[in-house]
């Protein structure tokens, strides 16, 4: 008999696994062929990350992706492409069709998985199948569950912490070895499951040595067994491949959870904004707060009535002898708060942390996702009270429970049918320019190398179509800041000294126009330039079937000779050549690395008269006591060195040529980094602010 209602169970949950898939994803988007969905959003980084990972060779550490994301250092772990099912499915390339993604067959397993250990959970408070089947229904229709499939794929993978649950709350003589287990599966699929696995067994033996008077010295050798294999995996998947403090990110009381998350239906997925509940109305969050987004809906909020209850009584092992849910839920509450106290629109407190303190938090960057573990014990706990209350009459107050809180978040859920969340609306019809530019170029990349560049966003179902062996047009997790940002720095270097090479079988991208007229300059008609979607592409040989941009009417700002006549550069009035970029109005151009070049064109220069140029400039690190040392040259190859701390302006003479085309280098020796400085993370080296020219 026993075997009989397991098989039927499963069966049940296996139905509405398949019926719940279908409809989060439509008949189109289960099949594993079908890639057409996953064209926006991040959702394009995991399908790319996957296509450049099953295409190169195997390397140690396991889930190195060097070509998706030259100088990158990247790893199929830092584009959330799921490394378990990347790795897996790699094993077996050789019999996968072409275009192939397994992220249908994931949602359909973390759908099942999400019912099954739920199940569980309330069946050991229970003993009663049908109640525990009617109980994980609320878990299958969680607002965070459902929210994540429409943005992150990875984080669908929630049955993790259910599962985590589950392996404390049961008697199980192995429960050691299922904890390790779990937490390396972890960590084959995202980080953050592994900190709040981490998290729940860390507080729960703290709770055993401190209350239960367990054996303290068995318990710390078992958690340093634990971190150990889970370093030796970390390694050998490639977590390591990037610097320790390149894994560290700003945004921690940023991506928090706002204290009214628990009641506010506001939700978003990649289509759009909307509400989540027809019950209550939506409430504002602040900064990046949908990251903590956590909406109970209307039975939820009566289970969380149930929780406060039980906590403030302290009933914490009411239901569960062997998981102290009063205790673990805290540091869950504290992280995903942050520093940064918010209800709605008021800020009730803010915390100043130290930067190493703020270092170390930054590991838990998107915090307010650490409510996760909350949530679910929130619902875990209100459907045993009722069970527990209710006794007879249980099962049917569970279901009209289960009525209210699907008539009230359907609001919500109706915007992930049948694919629907993954249908972003094209403005544009597809310009064929990108299609099959692949079979002329290995690689396609920025000339200004940047993670999650806007011309990502804009290309990338682009990428997905084409085959490049490699590019650096990549949307990643992490990043090693510190060689990302140095071959931006060797690719200006190559660019001045006119080394033709570095275009072999390229594409380069910019929206720089001045960076593409200065290319121009230099190269001359050894490069050959297209301008196609707003963006300048620019390559060594000719692309066939499309017409090269035409230079002869337009070839850059002109500007027109008064008596001290002055640019002022706060007014955006020039586009920067290379190695600047621009700042917040008022602030001018702020040169980057080495080298950085000005490239103009003045018209009305007398040669019969002396003309001098003077470029006004202020350190960018005003505060900082340290001279900055550069030359600058002009054109005509003429030289001149500057070591200053206060100077604030250096004037050259301005020669009349024929072409009234004049090329400025600032080239400096001691650029900065806040790295450098200790005050950040950010390599991007700089010195100073050019904020005006006059022509005098």
């Known amino acids: 008999m026993r075997k009989f209602y397991l098989s039927t169970y499963h069966f049940l949950i296996l139905f509405i ?10 008949f189109d988007y289960i099949n594993p062929t079908n890639i057409s969905w996953l064209n926006s959003g991040d959702l394009s980084t995991y399908q790319l990350g996957w296509e450049y990972f099953r295409s190169d060779k195997w390397r140690f550490p396991i889930g190195l992706n060097p070509n998706y994301g030259i100088y990158s250092d990247s790893n199929i772990v830092y584009s959330d ?7 897996f499915f790699k094993l077996f390339n050789f019999l996968l069709p072409e275009k192939f993604q397994y992220f249908s067959i994931w949602i359909l397993l973390c759908i099942y998985l999400q019912i099954l250990f739920s199940y569980k959970i309330v069946y050991v408070g229970t003993g009663n199948r049908i109640f525990s089947l009617l109980g994980s229904l609320f878990f299958l229709t969680a607002s965070i569950f459902i929210h994540r499939s429409g943005i992150h794929l990875s984080l669908l993978g929630q049955w993790l912490i259910l599962c985590g649950i589950y392996i404390e709350i049961s008697e199980n003589s192995k429960k050691d070895f299922l904890r390790l287990v779990t937490l390396l599966l972890s960590l084959l699929i995202h980080f953050y499951f592994f900190l709040m696995l981490m998290i729940l067994i860390f507080f729960q033996d703290c709770y055993k040595v401190l ?5 303290f010295l068995e318990i710390l050798k078992k958690f340093i067994f634990t971190i150990f294999v889970s370093a030796v995996l970390m390694y050998a998947i490639g977590y390591f491949s990037i610097n320790l403090d390149d894994g560290l990110g700003w945004g921690y009381g940023y991506y928090n959870f706002n204290l009214n998350s628990f009641i506010n239906p506001s939700g978003q997925n990649n289509i759009g904004s909307f509400s989540w509940s027809n019950f209550f109305l939506k409430q504002n969050y602040q900064n990046k707060e949908i990251e903590g987004f956590s909406y109970l809906g209307f039975s939820g909020i009566i289970f969380f009535i149930i929780f406060l209850f039980n906590f403030f009584k302290r009933r914490s092992n009411i239901f569960f002898q062997n998981l102290n849910w009063a205790i673990i839920i805290l540091p869950f509450l504290m992280i995903s708060i942050s520093n940064n106290i918010n209800f709605g629109d008021m800020n009730i407190a803010s915390i100043d942390l130290h930067k190493f303190v703020y270092a170390f938090l930054s590991i838990f960057r998107a915090s307010g996702r650490m409510i996760w573990p909350v949530y679910y014990i929130i619902f875990i706990i ?4 009722i069970f527990k209350n209710f006794k007879s009459k249980s099962t049917l107050v569970l279901l009209t429970l289960l009525v209210l809180q699907i008539s009230d978040i359907y609001s919500g859920i109706k915007n992930y049918s049948f694919g629907s969340q993954y249908s972003v609306i094209q403005e544009n019809k597809k310009n064929p320019f990108w299609a099959g530019l692949s079979k002329q170029f290995d690689e396609i990349r920025l000339i200004e190398s940047k993670n999650q560049s806007s011309i990502f966003h804009e290309l990338s179902e682009y990428l997905i179509g084409e085959n490049f062996i490699k590019t650096d047009l990549v949307n990643l997790a992490r990043v090693n800041r510190e060689k990302t940002t140095f071959a931006k720095y060797n690719l200006i270097e190559d660019i001045n000294n006119k080394n033709l090479s570095i275009f072999n079988k390229k594409i380069f991208l910019t929206r720089n126009k001045n960076i593409v007229f200065y290319l121009k300059n230099l190269f001359q008609d050894k490069i050959y330039i297209y301008f196609q979607d707003n963006i300048w592409i620019i390559t060594n040989i000719k692309i066939r079937g499309y017409t090269q941009y035409d230079f002869s009417s337009h070839i850059v700002t002109e500007l027109n000779v008064k008596d001290n006549f002055t640019i002022d550069l706060s007014d955006n009035f020039l586009i920067p050549s290379i190695g600047w970029e621009i700042q917040k109005k008022d602030q001018g151009f702020v040169s980057y690395g080495y080298t950085s070049s000005l490239f103009l064109k003045i018209k009305g220069i007398s040669c019969e008269k002396k003309n001098r140029i003077k470029f006004h400039f202020e350190k960018y690190y005003k505060d900082l006591e340290r001279n900055i040392k550069f030359l600058l ?6 030289i001149i060195n500057f070591e200053t701390n206060n100077l604030e302006s250096v004037t050259l003479d301005l020669d009349c040529n024929a072409s009234n085309v004049y090329n400025f280098t600032f080239e ?3 650029p900065i980094s806040l790295y450098d400085l200790k005050q950040g993370l950010n390599r991007e080296k700089k010195s100073i602010i050019l904020k005006s020219i006059s022509i005098i």
């Open 17 to 26: 696994s398949i019926l719940s898939w279908v409809y989060l994803l439509g």
């Open 81 to 87: 492409s799921i490394p378990i099912l990347a790795i």
């Open 211 to 215: 209350v239960l008077k367990k054996l």
């Open 382 to 385: 209100g459907i045993i009270f």
């Open 633 to 638: 040259k002009d054109g005509n190859n003429k």
């Open 668 to 670: 400096i020796d001691n």
